[in-house]
T-cell receptor, first 115, second 111 residues
Framework: DGGITQSPKYLFRKEGQNVTLSCEQN?????MYWYRQDPGQGLRLIYY???????QKGDIAEGYSVSREKKESFPLTVTSAQKNPTAFYLC??????????????FGQGTRLTVV | SQQGEEDPQALSIQEGENATMNCSYK?????LQWYRQNSGRGLVHLIL?????REKHSGRLRVTLDTSKKSSSLLITASRAADTASYFC???????????FGGGTRVLVKP
């Protein structure tokens, strides 16, 4: 089955802890993205990557870090510097048509709660 | 900042009616996409329309794009209760190639 997998589905973090959210895809997509969604809101872009070993900040990158060591994997670390991390996190991937991003495939999300 | 802004924020209709929602954006785009999200789930891609296209259809979905007005619309015809979801537009900017989403329209289709 081809797809994009996020884990865990639910994650609880204590104040001051770093946590890492996993995102893996077997679609051979070049581009991968992380978004944050707050209740009743749209998606805000945290980081995105179009090739291995390269990534760019999105609109709300502060307090987050990523790596792209393999094409299939794009983990997101929520650091203690992120003051309000409780949210629903969505990972997506897409193929490039020429240089342009096309339709994105989404994982089922990770719900992060600070306790 | 969000590139796309949907209007209305919420829409309630009866089964069988049509649902129309609009998306406006600010900067030049390569393509615009519409997605659907059921509560608490990931997003599902519906339609992609390129900047040189004006209209696309997929089943009961019709999307238009007016680049001069920087706006798009999504029409769902003959709506069903199963169409109840949030709908988002997303744009791929001509500069930077980022996929950026709007705030969404929450659609409720009453049986």
């Amino acid at each position: 089955d081809g797809g994009i997998t996020q884990s865990p589905k639910y994650l609880f973090r204590k104040e001051g802890q770093n946590v890492t959210l996993s995102c893996e895809q077997n679609l051979n997509h070049d581009a991968m993205y992380w978004y944050r969604q707050d209740p009743g809101q749209g998606l805000r872009l945290i980081y995105y990557s179009q090739i291995v070993n390269d990534f760019q900040k999105g609109d709300i990158a502060e307090g987050y870090s990523v790596s792209r060591e393999k094409k299939e994997s794009f983990p997101l670390t929520v650091t203690s510097a992120q003051k309000n991390p409780t949210a629903f996190y969505l990972c997506a991937s897409s193929y490039l048509s020429g240089q342009w991003n096309t339709e994105a495939f989404f994982g089922q999300g990770t719900r992060l709660t600070v306790v | 900042s969000q590139q796309g802004e949907e209007d209305p924020q919420a829409l309630s209709i009866q089964e069988g009616e049509n649902a129309t929602m609009n998306c406006s954006y600010k900067t030049s785009i390569n393509n615009l996409q519409w997605y659907r999200q059921n509560s608490g789930r990931g997003l599902v891609h519906l339609i992609l329309i390129r900047s040189n296209e004006r209209e696309k259809h997929s089943g009961r979905l019709r999307v238009t794009l007016d680049t001069s007005k920087k706006s798009s619309s999504l029409l769902i015809t003959a709506s069903r209760a199963a169409d109840t979801a949030s709908y988002f537009c997303a744009t791929v900017k001509a500069a930077g190639n980022k996929l950026t989403f709007g705030g969404g329209t929450r659609v409720l289709v009453k049986p």
